[in-house]
């Protein structure tokens, strides 16, 4: 069991990115998805979530209408499209899943199962 996350990358200030998380060895179309985001130095923080079929969204204050949640259950992968992005935003983002669970959103990462390995952000001034 896999989750793969991918498409980080440097960007200047304002710039656009779109992450994606594949998971292999089963299909993630019945649980609720996750992503999260660690600065050095800094805790693993909440960024957002989607529930099992992209129904409902929950977004940190400090995303809320710049980053976008999505995802497709046919290709059992999840999306975080990043607009205006901003220094601050840099970090590792991870994906995770919340295994058994469709409706739940939950923004503590003890709430998640399996995680993926990480792919690095990083937003120039």
């Known amino acids: 069991v896999q989750l793969q996350a991918s498409g980080g990358g440097t960007v200047q200030t304002g710039g656009s990115l779109r992450l994606s998380c594949t998971a292999s060895g089963r299909t993630y179309s019945s649980d609720s998805m996750g992503w999260f985001r660690q600065a050095p130095g800094k805790e693993r923080e909440f960024v957002a979530a989607i529930n099992w079929n992209g129904g409902s969204t929950k977004y940190a204050d400090s995303v809320k209408g710049r980053f976008f949640i999505s995802r497709d259950n046919t290709k059992n992968t999840v999306f975080l499209q990043m607009n205006s992005l901003k220094p601050e935003d840099s970090a590792v983002y991870y994906c995770?899943?919340?295994?058994?669970?469709?409706?739940?959103?939950?923004?503590?990462?003890?709430?998640?199962?399996?995680w993926g390995q990480g792919t690095l952000v990083t937003v120039s001034s």
């Open positions: 995770a899943a919340d295994l058994g669970v469709r409706l739940r959103l939950t923004t503590s990462a003890s709430g998640y199962d399996y």
